[in-house]
């Protein structure tokens, strides 16, 4: 699986958007761009994913760059219960055949504190 | 709440000792994966299984097995177990490789 690069910590204030960055310059044409956080030991609860094209869902926009190689989640109204350990994972689809059948592996990821 | 069920929730033991970890994925849900989280560490993959049959193998102790039965809920034993496995494990589950996957809320394991 490639390989992603975060910064390890970022911050933000209370009702404005959070932009986390993921470098994966190494991604191959069949992975895919996942975006997980944790919650303070939680379990990882997932965000949002995609191949090539901007997705978005209640939760949050992923926006991938045309050459796939960076991407950036963007919480658009980040609230204090965003604050979490935010993870970039690319990741092989099952169908696309050798023997990861879709791991996730998990990087450090980003800590994102929302400030009030 | 994500669909999957771990328990138990909390588990203290002594070393040298063998304990049994069971996930219920959600219904419909092919794949499992153990994943192991330290305090030191990173969330680290151990082993994936995919309707009963293991696909891909992390960074497992010998001592760790796991398995996944026909009704597609899966076990991680740990054995022989040390201060060093003192850890969350968590169980994820998902339809296929390509869609998301989700996970339960880990077992916190204490070594004592």
């Known amino acids: 699986d490639a390989k992603t690069t975060q910064p390890p910590s970022m911050d933000c204030a209370e009702g404005r958007a959070a932009n986390l960055p993921c470098n994966h310059s190494?991604?191959?044409?069949?992975?895919?761009v996942y975006w997980y956080r944790q919650i303070h030991s939680q379990g990882p609860q997932y965000i949002i994913h995609?191949?090539?094209n901007n997705e978005t869902n209640e939760m949050a926009s992923l926006i991938i760059t045309e050459d796939r190689k960076s991407s950036t989640l963007i919480l658009p109204h980040a609230t204090l219960r965003d604050t979490a350990v935010y993870y970039c994972?690319?990741?092989?689809?099952?169908?696309?055949?050798?023997?990861?059948?879709?791991?996730?592996?998990f990087g450090q990821g980003t800590i994102l504190t929302v400030h009030p | 709440d994500s669909g999957v069920t771990q328990t138990p929730k909390h588990l203290i033991t002594a070393t040298g000792q063998r304990v049994t970890l069971r996930c219920s994925p959600r219904?419909?849900?092919?794949?499992v994966y153990w994943y192991q989280q330290s305090l030191d560490q990173g969330l680290q993959f151990l082993i994936q299984?995919?309707?009963?049959?293991?696909?891909a193998k992390g960074n497992i102790l010998e001592r760790f097995s796991a398995q996944q039965f026909p009704d597609l809920h899966s076990e991680l034993n740990l054995s022989s177990l040390e201060l060093g496995d003192s850890a969350l494990y968590f169980c994820?589950?998902?339809?296929?490789?390509?869609?998301?996957?989700?996970f339960g809320q880990g077992t916190r394991l204490t070594v004592v």
């Open positions: 994820a589950s998902s339809s296929s490789g390509e869609t998301e996957a989700f």
């Open positions: 299984y995919y309707n009963g049959e293991e696909r």
């Open positions: 995609g191949l090539k």
């Open positions: 190494t991604i191959s044409g069949n992975e895919y």
């Open positions: 994972i690319v990741r092989v689809g099952l169908g696309a055949g050798g023997t990861s059948y879709g791991k996730l592996t």
């Open positions: 219904s419909g849900d092919l794949s």
